[in-house]
Antibody, heavy 116, light 107 residues
Framework: QVQLVQSGAEVKRPGSSVKVSCRAPGGTFRSNVITWVRQAPGQGLDWMGAIIPLIGTTNYAPKFQGRVTITTDKFTSTVYMDLSRLRSEDTAVYYC?????????WGQGTLVTVSS | DIQMTQSPSTLSAVVGDRVTITCRAS??????LAWYQQKPGQAPKFLIYQASRLQSGVPSRFSGSGSGTEFTLTISRLQPEDFAIYYC?????????FGQGTRVDFK
């Protein structure tokens, strides 16, 4: 399994952007897919997008297309999720998760609060 | 998008019960189906991948079955630490999608 560590909580103003990181302390994502999922307070899980770090290909959920960008830095085994044009409804816990041939793992979550 | 529907939405049970949760997909997802457990204030935890494979470290009382459009998660003998919310997710076709969750609570 690829264990994942995320960056800390953020407070952002409406209209701004946030960048959350997800690092594999073990040094590699192997061939796993790294996905981003968010969970608004009291709600279920909402899939945002994914990247295959080994080859850099990405895929995004239509509802986030145009606002979310997922990138990777292979040298530091870190994946980033950038969400732009933030609004209050984007207040949520954002998780990265690794999915591969032997299951996967989740990061600990990053709370992003959007407030004026 | 592939719609994932779980039933029931809430399940009341006691310790020792056999519990079954169903997940239905709006179209075939093969065996690309995962199950997660989430407790309050915690990140989700992998239980099952590829419909029936047990994630390393997960107790053997958890099992998954199914393929195509219908899947089940079974807890053979419910333990106190199993009271939680369970989600299914298909990862056959982008965008990957989750079920709405099943809350397992005390009867």
């Amino acid at each position: 399994q690829v264990q994942l560590v995320q960056s800390g909580a953020e407070v952002k103003r409406p209209g701004s952007s946030v960048k959350v990181s997800c690092r594999a302390p073990g040094g590699t994502f192997r061939s796993n897919v790294i996905t981003w999922v968010r969970q608004a307070p009291g709600q279920g899980l909402d899939w945002m997008g994914a990247i295959i770090p080994l080859i850099g290909t990405t895929n995004y959920a239509p509802k986030f297309q145009g606002r979310v960008t997922i990138t990777t830095d292979k040298f530091t085994s870190t994946v980033y999720m950038d969400l732009s044009r933030l609004r209050s409804e984007d207040t949520a816990v954002y998780y990265c998760a690794s999915v591969g041939d032997f299951g996967g793992d989740w990061g600990q979550g990053t709370l992003v609060t959007v407030s004026s | 998008d592939i719609q994932m529907t779980q039933s029931p939405s809430t399940l009341s049970a006691v310790v020792g019960d056999r519990v079954t949760i169903t997940c239905r997909a709006s179209q075939s997802v093969g065996s690309w189906l995962a199950w997660y457990q989430q407790k309050p204030g915690q990140a989700p935890k992998f239980l099952i991948y590829q419909a029936s494979r047990l994630q390393s470290g997960v107790p053997s009382r958890f099992s998954g079955s199914g393929s195509g459009t219908e899947f089940t998660l079974t807890i053979s003998r419910l333990q106190p630490e199993d009271f939680a919310i369970y989600y299914c997710q298909q990862y056959d076709t982008y965008p990957w999608t989750f079920g709405q969750g099943t809350r397992v609570d005390f009867k």
